[in-house]
């Protein structure tokens, strides 16, 4: 089933709340020492893509553009 419009907005919007309510929970349970973990874990999933980047601009580009569109939730957390 392809989404389009509205509804692909509405999904990815949930998608994104899904992983903020993950992190919210594991940073509840753990402290703060999760944000970095998640922080690590999420440079090291994107790492050949921002190694590909050559000026700072672009890299911040994609780091915005990556953090939009991880959904794996379930990925990050097992690598953090």
């Known amino acids: 089933i392809q989404l389009t419009g509205k509804k692909k907005r509405e999904s ?7 992983t903020l309510l993950r992190i919210w929970d594991c940073f509840l ?3 703060s020492k999760v ?7 999420f440079l090291y999933i994107h790492k050949q893509m921002l190694l590909d980047q050559n000026d700072t601009i672009s890299v911040f580009k994609h ?10 939730v379930d990925g990050l ?3 953090a």
Request: net charge positive; charged share 25%.
């Open 12 to 18: 990815n919007n949930f998608n994104i709340f899904k």
């Open 29 to 31: 349970l753990e402290g």
């Open 35 to 41: 944000l970095f973990r998640f922080t690590c874990a």
């Open 63 to 72: 780091l915005k553009y990556a953090v939009k569109y991880t959904f794996d």
């Open 77 to 79: 957390a097992k690598i």
